[in-house]
T-cell receptor
Framework: GAVVSQHPSWVICKSGTSVKIECRSL??????MFWYRQFPKQSLMLMAT?????????EQGVEKDKFLINHASLTLSTLTVTSAHPEDSSFYIC?????????????FGPGTRLTVL | TQLLEQSPQFLSIQEGENLTVYCNSS?????LQWYRQEPGEGPVLLVT?????EVKKLKRLTFQFGDARKDSSLHITAAQPGDTGLYLC???????????FGQGTELSVKP
């Protein structure tokens, strides 16, 4: 149980285009999901908290208009990188909490590698 | 602001050696999780510790949560090349359930 998937696993796009990344909880419902960004050999940096049925909460310094988050159902959150530029190239990972062991543990998706040319 | 200081950030050892990774904070966490991540993949949960003083074992890995729930350690006995990866500690904060991550420990175990 507690499997989180992401699609696509990798994407290459041209500068100025928008890219959508999907995060799905496959065997549980998630009213909250988290989006992270990770640079090579570094830790995860929380970008935003995705809330089902309401607006996402963004961390300080993260541009809301640049990284659009939609949590349309209890199993799906999407991150859209708008007008992507080379500096947006990164590894994007989502996670969702699940009460498998009686308390919330976060389970991570496999990540999406975004390369902007 | 809650912070987790993880050390060391890089560790290169020979197969069979023991090692310990530390995560320290001045803040109390309701729980602390340890993850292992391989290149190009998402972090995989190893263990969650909840109770102060708790010790959990996972084969050759031993996890401890400090009595005051401000620090944790991961000890690996007789490391193997398959243990190579990025180890992350993450504390659950008291606001909104967000995870506060340490800087990560890049472990390389050479045969």
């Amino acid at each position: 149980g507690a499997v989180v998937s992401q699609h696509p696993s990798w994407v290459i796009c041209k500068s100025g285009t928008s890219v959508k990344i999907e995060c799905r909880s496959l065997d549980f419902q998630a009213t909250t999901m988290f989006w992270y960004r990770q640079f090579p050999k570094q830790s995860l940096m929380l970008m935003a908290t995705s809330n089902e049925g309401s607006k996402a909460t963004y961390e300080q310094g993260v541009e809301k208009d640049k990284f659009l988050i939609n949590h349309a159902s209890l199993t799906l959150s999407t991150l859209t990188v708008t007008s992507a530029h080379p500096e947006d190239s990164s590894f994007y990972i989502c996670s969702a909490p699940s009460r498998l062991a009686g308390y919330n543990e976060q389970f991570f998706g496999p990540g999406t590698r975004l390369t902007v040319l | 602001t809650q912070l987790l200081e993880q050390s060391p950030q890089f560790l290169s050892i020979q197969e069979g050696e023991n090692l310990t990774v530390y995560c320290n904070s001045s803040s109390v966490f309701s729980s602390l999780q340890w993850y292992r991540q391989e290149p190009g993949e998402g972090p995989v949960l190893l263990v969650t510790v909840v109770t102060g003083g708790e010790v959990k074992k996972l084969k050759r890995l031993t996890f401890q949560f400090g009595d005051a729930r401000k620090d944790s350690s991961l000890h690996i006995t007789a490391a193997q090349p398959g243990d190579t990866g990025l180890y992350l500690c993450a504390g659950k904060n008291n606001q909104g359930g967000k995870l506060i991550f340490g800087q990560g420990t890049e472990l390389s175990v050479k045969p």
